[in-house]
């Protein structure tokens, strides 16, 4: 007996049965998700989510002082050139000068993160590493990635004082944690035919690395390193906020002065910067993948 699209009904898969383990799980896993939503509505003021609406007058209000940006503290002498000129003549002396700052402590925080995450990913990889190794330097993984960025970058200004410097560290340390994570997973699932060849020729573990390793992961570990650049360049800002330097700190001096037109010009500059962030790394990425 032929099916609606020629084949016999007997050539026609059934759809795989499922175990009443795995439904039961399913059950308990998607019902206690649910059950977690529910008990948690009123925790986070889910009941006033009403208020969105309600005040809708002072959205407007606040929305028209946004829509209205301080197109001069972008443009000081009203020329772009000249304000591109000033990033490395006054570089604080404009909008587009501190994002500049805020995107070098990004990139810095990201070049120092890579080295961290290089001998850290290869020691937390199961298929390179020793079990007891791998469980210390994932736990020292753990710790760095759930350590706040805010938190380090106070503790690196007490240490430092305030500045960029203090924003680079705290982004090498929780950004190394998350590369590394990503790096120890690229490496563990590599094809182990080029490694066996190379420990075939009588080559050492370093040797095997080098050869067998590196070449497979080198793309994937620079895609992840560009696409925490990006984030970092987000990030960055929001450490400008506890005195870190670049244009997060100018952005919450202009919010506690209630100075909205220069709050919006920076969300603008913002905008473009990591846009532009965005799209330089995609290009990258794809000749690299």
Known sequence: MAAKGGLPTSAIPNPPKRSASA??????????????????????????????????????????????PDWGAIFPDGDFWTALKSIFTQPNASLIGQMWLTVQVALWGTFLAV?????????????????????????????????????????????????????????????????????????????????????????GQLH???????????????SFALYRFESNSRAATVLGLIGAGGIGQTLFESIQAFDYSRVAAIAIVIVVAVTLIDTLSQIMRKRLL
């Not at 095997?208 to 620079?222: H, K, N, R, S």
């Open 23 to 68: 439904l039961v799980f399913d059950i308990l896993l998607w019902g206690g998700l649910a059950l977690l939503l529910i008990a948690s509505f009123g925790k986070v003021d889910m009941q006033n989510f009403g208020r969105l609406f309600s005040g809708s007058q002072n959205i407007q209000t606040y929305g028209a002082e946004l829509l209205r």
């Open 115 to 203: 080295f961290l995450a290089l001998p850290l990913s290869l020691m937390a990889s199961r298929n390179i590493a020793p079990g007891w190794l791998v469980f210390i330097v994932r736990r020292i993984m753990d710790l760095l990635r759930s350590v706040p960025d805010l938190v380090i970058a106070t503790l690196f200004i007490v240490a430092v004082g305030l500045g960029p410097l203090a924003g680079v560290l705290a982004l090498a340390l929780n950004t190394g944690g998350v590369l590394a994570k990503l790096f120890s997973e690229a490496v563990e699932s590599i094809d182990k035919g080029p490694v066996e060849g190379v420990r075939a020729t009588g080559a």
């Open 208 to 222: 095997e690395i080098v050869w067998g390793v590196f070449p497979q992961v080198a793309p994937l570990w620079t």
